[in-house]
């Protein structure tokens, strides 16, 4: 299939994915950085976890993503040496069989995919650096790293938009969201600009809206969620709004850059207990509500989204598992599942059709440093 029938294929799916769907298997797979591993379950239609398996993958598991078709789950090994590994998802089972470990630019805190699943982005954050390696016909990450782009300090996160034709990535060291335009045909990123934020607000991980027309960056020190307008025909980034996450009475104050000690370096002097540390970010399916999660607090944000402006509105701060680092909405928009780095346990919220708040609902066991959280579902 030509890359061109793949994409018309893919924004067929989404469609399907934001209309009313029935989904026969849910699974949720969860990576442990502390244990190596990725722990697997089975989601029910009733919002219960069931433990599936263990996976052994490597030390500093934590970032996960899933080729577009689903078939393939990718997982960053951030120990040395660096590499993303690729498994074969049994959509029957949701068992993991590993197929091979791939050589890419460094450690890398963030990856995802292009819409055609050809190629595999990654950010790292200690190299300061984005880059792609190429996807084979088989859906394994290839040892091929085609291109790597050098960005201010500590690149955090790269994703692409629902069109293929440009990717973000937050500089959370700089300041700044740069935008890229992307060449599905050869892998490219071509420098465009970027966006700029307020210093040391530290912006981390976005999220793009269904409809493609916003984008939302969560900042991890000033622990903000900014919005932006995405211009359809030149891909560039215009600020719309800023919301704070953080609600006035937790205590705590604008949070400050944590640096990566590399052997052989001095260990710098601890940070404050109370600084802002916001995590992840994430969307329903629907785009109508909008989740961020604090780690010095442990709690998560809710928001509701006008669909007309793109501007998130808050409308709840619920305490959590103990230093959430990642969370997610399950493909069917009803539950929001969340990882502690510091909690022995896996949390699924419900959440209410009408407001969005979230109800804690059901907890399964999970590993050591329980890092990133990824949800998938078959028809």
Do not use: C
């Amino acid at each position: 299939m030509d890359r061109a029938k793949t994409l018309k294929r893919l924004a067929s799916a989404a469609l399907l994915v934001g209309a009313s769907q029935t989904w026969a298997n849910t699974f949720v797979y969860v990576s442990n950085a502390a244990d190596g591993t990725i722990s697997s379950y089975e989601l029910s239609k009733q919002g219960q976890l069931q433990p599936l398996a263990t996976t052994e993958a490597g030390a500093g598991v934590m970032p996960l993503a899933l080729s577009p078709d689903h078939s393939k789950l990718y997982a960053s090994i951030r120990g040395k040496p660096y590499s993303v590994a690729t498994y074969a998802i049994d959509p029957a089972s949701g068992a993991l069989k590993h197929l091979k470990n791939a050589t890419v630019a460094d450690s890398l805190a963030y990856i995802s995919t292009d819409k055609t699943g050809h190629y595999l982005f990654g950010a790292s954050y200690g190299e300061d650096l984005v880059s792609v390696n190429s996807i084979n016909a088989d859906g394994e990450v290839t040892d091929n790293v085609q291109q790597a782009i050098k960005t201010g300090p500590n690149a955090h996160s790269i994703i692409v938009d629902k069109t293929n034709r440009f990717v973000y990535a937050a500089n959370l060291g700089a300041d700044k969201l740069l935008e890229f335009r992307f060449d599905a045909a050869s892998g490219k990123l071509d420098t465009l600009g970027h966006a700029e934020l307020p210093k040391d607000s530290g912006p981390r991980h976005p999220v793009i809206s269904p409809d493609n027309r916003f984008l939302y960056l969560l900042s991890e020190m000033a622990g903000s969620v900014t919005t932006f307008a995405i211009n359809p025909n030149t891909g560039q980034l215009t600020a719309l709004g800023e919301v704070n996450a953080i609600p006035a009475d937790s205590g705590l104050v604008h949070g400050a850059a944590r640096p990566m000690i590399k052997p052989g370096q001095p260990v710098p002097p601890p940070l404050a207990a109370n600084l802002i540390w916001a995590a992840d970010i994430a969307l329903t399916p629907d785009g109508r509500f909008l989740y961020t999660s604090e780690r010095t607090g442990s709690t998560v944000s809710v928001f509701t989204v006008d669909r007309d402006s793109g501007l998130p509105n808050f409308v709840q701060n619920l305490k959590v598992e103990q230093q959430p680092r990642g969370i997610t909405v399950d493909p069917s928009g009803q539950w929001l599942l969340v990882t502690g780095e510091k909690s022995p346990n896996v949390g699924v919220y419900a959440i209410d059709p009408s407001r969005g708040t979230l109800t804690q609902h059901a907890t399964a066991p999970s590993g050591k440093g329980a890092n990133w959280v990824q949800a998938v579902s078959y028809p």
